[in-house]
């Protein structure tokens, strides 16, 4: 892995890693390393510069050394991880000494923006989420109550409390992860063992948060982020508002309008926190025996292959078994980049991760979501230096405008041959999508006033919006991962609700209906939107495909049609 602890990729959704069964699903590594072998030409030459081949090369090596760091293969293109590492110093020193150049020579216009995309991504290398054994993990924690730590390595303790604490929640005589135990939370038969699993989470928290004292490891680590915000002139709030075109006071105002949305559509005696899950989820029930686990990559290639994409044709690799020391969210990278070669285009290969010990539909949903990410890889075809899927906001809510059809009645009746009411799937989606919002709202008010109370902020937002019972006594926010490896990214999420819905919209309106499938959709979104990777501003692409500004009327809409 390169750039350290940070793991700006694809995250997604609550996911968990545990130590349950080994499962390799949708596995097709041999084939793959054979298919390399056969099909990677060993350097493109096509109409690049020496110095954009030299970053495709490097981007080649960055993302194979990281694949093969993850254990999602053994080989890539028949070399294994020290050879490619060793690849990797190589070519880094090829870029470094052509970046070198460049920067010496006046360049204008495109040729310049080119350049600084180059220099960025190589000061900044592309990272998958970093893979540890318990035993790290736990030694990394260990140091987050030194007052002394920096962002970075207080962020990298963190992650390490949610790899030794998270994914080992001691309950009932077992040890659970955490997406297994979030997942619990929503079928567990008595409130008393809601409550007993929540308890559970306990050892996460009180590492996360500690006491709860200005001093605790949280809210040091907000503080220091809050300040890093201030010197850089930006964070992930004002990144995700500058995507959308709005100033951050009118993202907030669209996180409030969508919570009070949900609230007016949800009435009800308040819920507790163990129990929220189960209230929304228990009436979807019903459908998680038709998902086991081993049929999530069938269900979800074939409703590509039905949108008009072949994932199995394009060599995607599912990883979704669980062992240990596997990065403990689920998330979707490149194995290597897309480029023009003598030959023509030579695709993406992309690859999934996840920790898929059960099946059910919330585990769909992430793996559809997931896919989405690939489909986004493979659709782009924009010259090298701007190989990239775009800002990160943008991203992670398209990945959502497919994932979201899980919750249709008609998807669900064509693939799982069942289906229940719309008003209950749709209920059951968007209460996790709240919970979404919530938590973008809560990192927006945090790292605005970093001195305030975690706890009292997240009291505020669950208890008037989410109807659940104040505990304010308990650190429950801290179940992301995201919040301290990245803190300000749930905006993702949360303000990614508002473009996924309108997305979804115009897709429906432009190519029509694709919640069940449809042959031109995925023509229809990489010509419009996929396609253009960094060589169009995303600010500019959204409002281009969407022909006006991002609007959360669709998902207030949706949200609204619950209640009715
Ligand atoms: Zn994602």
Redesign the pocket.
């Known amino acids: 892995m390169l750039g350290g602890e940070r793991a700006p990729a694809?995250?997604?959704r609550a996911v968990g890693d545990g130590e349950g069964a080994r499962m390799l699903v949708g596995m097709i590594a041999a084939a793959l390393a054979v298919f390399l072998a056969v099909a990677a030409p060993a350097a493109a030459r096509g109409a690049l510069s020496p110095t954009e081949q030299a970053y495709a090369d490097w981007l080649d090596a960055t993302y194979a050394v990281s694949t093969l760091s993850a254990g999602a293969v053994a080989k890539i293109d028949g070399r294994d991880r020290t050879a490619w590492g060793a690849s990797l110093t190589e070519r880094a020193a090829v870029l470094k000494a052509g970046l070198d150049r460049a920067a010496r020579r006046k360049l204008h216009g495109e040729a310049a923006r080119a350049l600084r995309r180059m220099q960025k991504a190589f000061a900044d290398p592309p990272a998958a989420p970093v893979t540890t054994t318990t035993e790290e993990a736990g030694a990394r924690c260990e140091t987050a109550p030194d007052a002394g730590l920096d962002r970075a390595a207080l962020s990298a303790a963190l992650y390490g409390c949610f790899e030794r604490f998270g994914n080992h929640i001691a309950f009932e005589g077992r040890t659970i992860a955490r997406a297994p135990a979030l997942e619990l939370l929503g079928e567990l038969d008595t409130a008393e063992r809601r409550k007993a699993l929540f308890d559970a989470l306990t050892p996460l928290w009180r590492r996360i948060d500690a006491d709860g004292a200005p001093g605790s490891p949280y809210r040091r680590l907000i503080r220091l982020a809050a300040d890093e915000a201030h010197a850089k002139g930006s964070s992930p709030i004002t990144d995700a508002a500058r995507t959308v075109g709005a100033s951050p006071g009118q993202v907030e105002t669209w996180l409030v309008a969508a919570l009070e949305t949900w609230r007016d559509a949800n009435p009800g005696p308040a819920l507790e926190p163990w129990d929220y899950r189960s209230h929304y989820a228990s009436a979807v029930r019903p459908l998680d025996r038709l998902i086991p686990p081993e049929r999530i990559t069938a269900l979800s290639f074939r409703y590509y292959r039905d949108l008009g994409l072949d994932l199995e044709a394009a060599h995607a690799i599912h990883d979704l078994g669980v062992r240990p020391g596997k990065a403990p969210l689920a998330?979707?990278d490149f194995i290597r980049i897309g480029r023009e070669t003598p030959a023509g285009w030579r695709p993406a290969l992309a690859r999934v991760s996840g920790n898929v010990e059960k099946g059910g539909l919330s585990a769909l949903n992430e793996i559809v979501?997931?896919d989405g990410?690939v489909a986004h890889m493979l659709a782009v075809r924009a010259r090298s230096a701007f190989f990239e899927l775009g800002d990160d906001l943008f991203v992670?809510a398209f990945?959502d405008v497919t994932s979201w059809a899980v919750a249709d009645p008609r998807w669900q009746r064509r693939y799982l041959g069942a289906s229940v009411d719309e008003a209950t799937a749709k209920r059951a989606l968007f209460a996790n999508v709240m919970l979404d919002v919530a938590w973008g709202l809560f990192e927006q008010r945090m790292l605005r006033d970093p001195k305030a109370d975690p706890n009292a902020v997240w009291t505020e937002i669950t208890s008037r919006y989410l109807n659940i019972r104040p505990h304010p006594e308990v650190s429950w926010w801290a179940l992301r991962v995201q919040l301290v490896d990245a803190p300000g990214y749930m905006i993702n999420y949360g303000l990614g609700a508002v473009v996924t819905a309108d997305l979804r919209r115009r897709l429906r309106e432009e190519a029509g209906d694709f919640d069940a499938g449809n042959p031109r959709w995925y023509r229809y979104a990489s010509d419009h939107l996929l396609r253009f990777g960094g060589s169009v501003e995303t600010p500019k692409l959204l409002r281009r495909f969407l022909g006006r500004p991002v609007s959360d009327a669709a998902l207030l809409a949706e949200i609204a049609g619950i209640g009715r």
Do not use: Q, R
């Open positions: 694809l995250y997604c998330y979707a979501h997931e990410h992670e990945a």
